[in-house]
């Protein structure tokens, strides 16, 4: 069985940092490309970043130079390194799962991180 576990969200200032992971289990981790999706209050789920099977890396507009995406293949563990907070990153955080990065196979119940100003 297939489970995505996210861990670090939490409540923290504009300004500040957190730091996000994710556990894969059930699955070959290596081989699946990762991402790290959110989706804030009254808005649709947004892509955040993706890391391929290579450690290529991919962020949106919005967060490039602030987040970093990694990944642990020993671990089976995913992270969102994120830096420089603002209130418009409060979201709930999701992390998933693809056979290929252009596309989600699994996804995990999300971490809710809020940023107060």
């Known amino acids: 069985q297939v489970q995505l576990v996210e861990s670090g969200g939490g409540s923290v200032q504009a300004g500040g940092s957190l730091r996000l992971s994710c556990v894969g289990s059930g699955y070959t981790y290596s081989m699946f490309c990762m991402h790290w999706f959110r989706q804030a209050p009254g808005k649709e789920r947004e892509a955040v970043a993706r890391?391929?099977?290579?450690?290529?890396?991919n962020y949106a507009n919005s967060v490039k130079g602030r987040f970093t995406i990694s990944r642990d293949n020993v671990k089976n563990t995913l992270y969102l390194q994120m830096n420089s907070l603002k209130p418009e990153d409060t979201a709930i955080y999701y992390c998933a799962a693809g056979r290929v990065c252009g596309g989600v196979n699994y996804w995990g119940k999300g971490t809710l991180v809020t940023i107060s100003s």
């Open positions: 890391i391929g099977t290579d450690g290529s890396t």
